[in-house]
């Protein structure tokens, strides 16, 4: 007989580990990589390549020079390396992606302890680095590779009804990501460029059937993973169900946007579009697969609440007044650091609480 | 009706099929058996006999101490060999007396109670020495005697048997079904409770079936189906889940007029009100994939843990754990000289592929033992204090209020030890309060 082990109870455990979380999350966000690879190319596959390259070399560089443990193989530096190459342009060089990346693991995670030490979501301080340093690389997009798309997802005959309005600006419509399209036609009317009636008929465009369900079924420029809000949508979804992540901090974030979008994303008061402030853009990536990382997130209920309701709020005054055109990636960042706080104020009550009576 | 739960807690898989076809056997006593003094909680009983006294079955050798004790049995007729200090299951030591089996089983007589009046069953009962037989071993005859100003309108049978591997319950309410539903008259009758609940969980439906047909006469006996969910048997769940009453934190089910007795123990007292017998035998399962044939024994109390094994076939040459109790809350053990006490519902042998908990890793702040947490606490924090040995600052976190259930550690994919934790902060805090009342 072997020698007998003793340990505290209990003594069964559930088949539930850290890597196991990981590689789901990961082939869950397969399918807006394969979509992104599809619609941008070779030049989005090389970043992806890059930055998860780069993530897990980081990874092992830092384990080897700080003696910590050896977790490459439980897939969080794949999945920081994945998210990063989601939220950028295709286009962006190998050495941009791959300083991306080891910021992202070395100094968003590495650097705290390494996975479950980190206070920012990794993926998104590697993001915001490269948005800081190379802003230009950053906000370069390339327009999708498959016939018949353009940048904002507009069909040909809609941007035909813009005639009257200066070519320059259909152009810079046109060329932008959807976001980028609404934020700088408003600023052509703050500048008196165009009238307040041509940017309704922009807006009209932007905000028809058929630019919309582009934007859903993601066909529209933008980062690589971001395009395809419905592929994003499954994707949460399949978490969801598999109760990797509950649905409190993806749906009221979203519904935040969509409802503050809708009173404050145009020009006067209710004149934004719903469907489109929460198509377009990272929310639907950021709302499924960085607001919901477990290390940077609240732990209640209430928490939840309250992170989701922050960061929603956050996104819109980035995009109506900030100086991007889109705040998915700060706001989730700002959030982030109140976490800590959150977290002590939402502490749950004991079951069988009596107030006043339980200590 | 649907199913009767409370909220969260986890599904481990129930692996009662190892035992649960295998009759009670009563299994002869062995050559020496070991009574320790402690097997309750509350006071150790005082020792009675000494070296050389002889014996019978059914004998007191060890009497209560105050009101929260119990008294101590022989099983056995024969000569007392001594008193000895000998490792207990916590692993501390505890005096046991020695008892040699003169293998003759002489019966001591015990007077039946003629007149069943509330106090005298009370009585009757403390006599017995009879304790929670779930496991928690709280001296019966105290929840019987609630103070005047919370009386008592509900009693609940927990026929749960949530622990997985268990089948000792199931196999007593299957074989004896009316044992316990006579144990649960009495209780109500001890109590003065109009109404009486046995709960049972929804995979022994055989039981179910018979314990409906056996309490359909019964009006105020009322037999409740529960969901399969661990931990379905701990007190406070088992009260929301048939009754919708929660316990106040930190308070007592006699808060909420309700007192929770294992199926175990109503049978237990009604052996003792109608057979006159003490609590000197109990069923106990021995089980576990680390084990050649997985039994169903009534089992002499004092009987070592490897004559147990060694009636169920003997272990297996793969077994790395034996856990006295049940998988989720029992204990782990290494001397198997231990002898099998009062709340001993079962032997569970691992083999090693079935051990973990080596090594564990960082929090990942999943959330996952928030979500299971049937005492609605948060005890990832337990683990992050405990390692920091900031042990007395888990009271804010309201330690105190957890019920060691196992459910966060069972479920946590990092496998850390949030209930190890939580014992050494209870301890701490304990010490530290008894620090200041003396102040």
């Known amino acids: 007989m072997n020698k007998l082990k003793i340990s505290t109870s209990p003594h069964i455990y559930s088949k539930f580990n850290v890597s196991k979380i990981m590689w789901v999350v990961i082939g869950v966000l397969l399918l807006p990589t394969l979509w992104g690879i599809y619609v941008f190319g070779v030049p989005a596959l090389i970043t992806i390549l890059v930055s998860v390259i780069g993530s897990v070399f980081t990874e092992w560089l830092f384990t080897k020079m700080f003696k910590m443990k050896v977790r490459l193989y439980d897939g969080s530096a794949v999945l920081t390396g994945l998210l990063l190459a989601l939220t950028l342009p295709p286009s962006t060089p190998i050495l941009v992606t791959f300083s991306g990346a080891f910021f992202a693991i070395g100094f968003g995670k590495m650097?705290?302890?390494?996975?479950?030490?980190?206070?920012?979501?990794?993926?998104?301080?590697?993001?915001?680095?490269?948005?800081?340093?190379?802003?230009?690389?950053?906000?370069?997009?390339?327009?999708?590779?498959?016939?018949?798309?353009?940048?904002?997802?507009?069909?040909?005959?809609?941007?035909?009804?813009?005639?009257?309005?200066?070519?320059?600006?259909?152009?810079?419509?046109?060329?932008?990501?959807?976001?980028?399209?609404?934020?700088?036609?408003?600023?052509?009317?703050?500048?008196?460029?165009?009238?307040?009636?041509?940017?309704?008929?922009?807006?009209?465009?932007?905000?028809?059937?058929?630019?919309?369900?582009?934007?859903?079924?993601?066909?529209?420029?933008?980062s690589i993973g971001e395009v395809s809000a419905l592929l994003l949508l499954i994707g949460g979804l399949l978490l969801i169900w598999k109760k990797i992540i509950?649905?409190?901090?993806?749906?009221?974030?979203?519904?935040?946007?969509?409802?503050?979008?809708?009173?404050?994303?145009g020009k006067g008061i209710f004149q934004g579009n719903i469907l489109f402030q929460m198509l377009a853009g990272g929310l639907f990536l950021g709302a499924f697969f960085m607001a919901t990382d477990y290390v940077t997130s609240p732990m209640f209920t209430k928490g939840k609440i309250i992170f989701a309701i922050g960061a929603g709020i956050l996104v819109i005054v980035i995009r109506r007044w900030g100086g991007y055109p889109e705040g998915v990636c700060?706001?989730?960042?700002?959030?982030?650091?109140?976490?800590?706080?959150?977290?002590?104020?939402?502490?749950?009550?004991?079951?069988?609480?009596?107030?006043?009576?339980?200590? | 009706m649907g199913l009767l739960t409370f909220k969260k807690g986890v599904h481990p898989p129930d692996m009662k099929l190892l035992?649960?076809?295998?009759?009670?056997?009563?299994?002869?006593?062995?050559?020496?058996?070991?009574?320790?003094?402690?097997?309750?909680?509350?006071?150790?009983?005082?020792?009675?006999?000494?070296?050389?006294?002889?014996?019978?079955?059914?004998?007191?050798?060890?009497?209560?101490?105050?009101?929260?004790s119990a008294n101590i049995f022989s099983s056995v007729s024969g000569t007392v060999k001594g008193i000895e200090d000998r490792l207990n299951f916590l692993g501390t030591k505890t005096s046991m007396i020695v008892i040699e089996n003169d293998e003759k089983y002489e019966k001591t007589e015990f007077t039946l109670l003629t007149d069943l009046q509330s106090a005298n069953i009370v009585n009757k009962v403390k006599e017995g020495g009879i304790v929670g037989l779930g496991g928690a071993t709280f001296p019966t005859h105290v929840k019987l005697s609630p103070p005047k100003d919370k009386p008592i309108d509900t009693v609940i049978i927990n026929g749960a048997e949530c622990e997985p591997y268990l089948t000792s319950d199931y196999r007593l309410m299957l074989e004896q079904p009316q044992k316990v539903v006579e144990g649960l008259k009495i209780l109500m009758k001890a109590l003065g409770a109009t109404k009486g609940y046995i709960g049972i969980e929804s995979n022994k439906p055989d039981v179910l079936k018979k314990m409906h047909e056996l309490c359909e006469k019964e009006s105020e006996i009322e037999t409740v189906a529960l969901k399969t969910k661990y931990p379905q048997g701990g007190e406070k769940q088992l009260i929301y889940a048939i009754l919708k009453r929660k316990v106040p934190a930190g308070g007592l089910p006699m808060a909420v007029g309700v007192v929770v007795q294992n199926s175990g123990t109503a049978a237990a007292i009604y052996d003792l009100l109608k057979e006159g017998k003490p609590l000197y035998e109990r069923i106990i399962t021995i089980t576990g994939n680390g084990v050649n044939e997985p039994k169903n024994f009534l089992v002499p109390l004092g009987t070592p843990i490897n004559y147990l094994i060694e009636k169920a076939g003997g272990l297996k040459e793969n077994a790395a754990k034996i856990i006295m109790g049940g998988p989720m809350m029992g204990f782990a053990i290494t001397d198997l000289t231990i002898p099998a006490q009062k709340g001993t519902s079962g032997i569970v042998v691992f083999t090693d592929k079935e051990v973990y908990g080596e090594d564990y890793d960082v929090c990942i702040r999943c959330n996952k033992c928030i979500d299971v947490c049937p005492m609605d606490l948060a005890p990832y924090q337990y683990a992050l204090l405990g390692e920091n040995e900031r042990y007395l600052e888990a009271k804010d976190w309201n330690v105190l209020d957890c019920i060691e259930c196992g459910s966060c550690v069972y479920i946590c994919p990092s496998k850390r030890p949030m209930v190890q934790f939580i014992k050494l902060e209870k301890a701490a805090i304990t010490a530290e309060m008894k620090k200041e009342k003396k102040k």
């Open chain 1, 111 to 222: 650097i705290f302890g390494g996975l479950g030490y980190n206070p920012f979501n990794p993926a998104l301080i590697g993001r915001a680095f490269l948005l800081a340093s190379w802003p230009v690389y950053i906000t370069t997009w390339s327009a999708p590779i498959r016939k018949g798309l353009n940048m904002v997802g507009i069909p040909q005959h809609l941007i035909d009804t813009l005639s009257g309005i200066p070519q320059n600006v259909v152009d810079t419509v046109t060329l932008a990501t959807p976001l980028n399209a609404l934020g700088q036609s408003i600023d052509f009317v703050s500048n008196g460029t165009i009238t307040p009636d041509q940017l309704n008929s922009i807006q009209h465009v932007l905000y028809s059937k058929s630019a919309l369900s582009n934007l859903f079924f993601g066909y529209t420029g933008g």
């Open chain 1, 246 to 265: 509950t649905w409190h901090i993806p749906v009221i974030y979203i519904l935040t946007v969509g409802i503050l979008g809708w009173m404050f994303g």
């Open chain 1, 330 to 359: 700060y706001s989730i960042i700002i959030m982030n650091a109140f976490v800590p706080m959150i977290d002590r104020f939402t502490k749950p009550k004991p079951f069988g609480y009596v107030k006043g009576v339980t200590k």
């Open chain 2, 19 to 68: 035992s649960k076809d295998k009759k009670i056997e009563r299994l002869t006593p062995p050559k020496i058996l070991y009574f320790p003094v402690a097997q309750h909680i509350g006071a150790p009983a005082k020792t009675i006999v000494k070296k050389g006294d002889p014996v019978k079955v059914g004998q007191l050798i060890a009497e209560a101490v105050g009101f929260v």
